[in-house]
């Protein structure tokens, strides 16, 4: 991501569970990515567990799921449809995405870097709301799919 071109200084903070320590300054938090790897059950465990600490407010379009792993659906010990329903029951988008393919990795990661833009509000006439209804609209199945 901090690759990319992007006209807005960009700042990354990983942290392998929530909540994060409050006696650190930080700057504003505009997204949250929870990072769930289809291979691993405590991947998935710790990011529910991390969702208790994030603030109702935070889900009306900013925060999603980045499902990684998703090429290699023979070795996945979290089934999809597991990742789809948590991010149905929060309200927030979710991508798939293999991150060992650099190609995959490239294109993710503008994506990511374009919907930072836009719930930091750097995009005029989009807000992170629009975004929620775009991508709810454009790649969630509904439930009734599943």
């Known amino acids: 991501m901090l690759k ?30 929870f990072v769930v790897n289809l291979h691993s059950k405590y991947s998935l465990r710790n990011v529910e ?9 935070f889900f009306l379009g900013r925060v999603g799921f980045l499902a990684t792993g998703a090429g290699r659906e023979s ?23 293999d991150l060992e393919v650099e190609g995959f990795r490239a294109t993710m990661a503008q994506r990511l870097v374009r919907m930072l833009q836009i719930c ?11 975004l929620l209804s775009l991508l709810r609209s454009s790649e969630n199945p509904s439930l009734e799919d599943l």
Do not use: Q, W
């Open 49 to 57: 567990e991390s969702l208790h600490h994030v603030d109702a407010t």
């Open 120 to 130: 930091a509000g750097h995009v005029p006439g989009l807000s992170a709301l629009n």
């Open 4 to 33: 990319e071109d992007c006209a807005s200084e960009l700042k990354v903070h990983l942290a392998k569970s929530l909540p994060l320590p409050s006696n650190v300054t930080r700057p504003r938090i505009d997204l949250i990515m």
């Open 75 to 97: 070795h996945c010990s979290v089934h999809r449809n597991t990742v789809v329903k948590l991010a149905h029951t929060y309200r927030s988008p979710l991508l798939f995405c």
